[in-house]
């Protein structure tokens, strides 16, 4: 970022402005450091916490969509529920009971319709697995980036934590 320090009429002589800019050499007292090999150093190390926050960000938001699933499949469970409850409750059933012969196995083939149901979504629910397929493969990706990256990124905090002039 270009900052004009001075001109002919006001700012800093030029000296003044080197030892900002270029510094003394004395690297205990310059506000700015130059070391083109320093620079490159960290530059590389910062990128190492940029790579943990994006796994992290992926697993993160991989958790948010199994929620959601969560909360879908449990919505849909509940109608079943209730579906199930009302045939049951219902006075039609009742009286289809109570006029059969063998009640277990009326019972059984009155509600086979429903559960047939309830089976065949939860074979089919792929919404729910899918997200935790994800959930799992986020969370690999990120522990691959902890290990790859968290070494790196301590190298950057403790040999980084200056202010160095690029150019």
């Known amino acids: 970022l270009p900052v ?4 002919a009429y006001y700012g800093f002589n030029l000296d003044e402005m080197n030892k900002i800019c270029i510094g003394s050499g004395d690297s205990s007292t310059d506000i700015l450091q130059y070391d083109p090999a320093k620079f490159e150093f960290c530059k590389d ?3 190492a916490l940029l790579e943990i926050e994006k796994k992290a960000a992926d697993f993160v938001s991989a958790v948010y969509v199994f929620k959601y699933e969560q909360m879908k499949f449990r919505a849909k469970t509940k109608n079943e529920t209730a579906a199930i409850r009302n045939k049951t409750a219902s006075e039609e059933m009742k009286t289809t009971i109570s006029r059969a012969v063998d009640k277990l196995s009326k019972i059984k083939a009155e509600l086979s319709p429903l559960r047939e149901s309830v089976t065949e979504r ?5 919404g729910l697995g899918k997200a935790l397929d994800v959930v799992n493969k986020t969370q690999e990706a990120l522990e691959v980036a902890m290990d790859a990256h968290l070494d ?3 190298e950057f905090v ?8 690029a150019q």
């Not at 403790?158 to 002039?165: A, R």
């Open 45 to 47: 190390r910062a990128t």
């Open 152 to 154: 790196r990124f301590e």
């Open 122 to 126: 939860s074979s089919n629910e792929s």
């Open 4 to 7: 004009v320090m001075g001109s």
């Open 158 to 165: 403790d040999s980084c934590n200056f202010m160095l002039l």
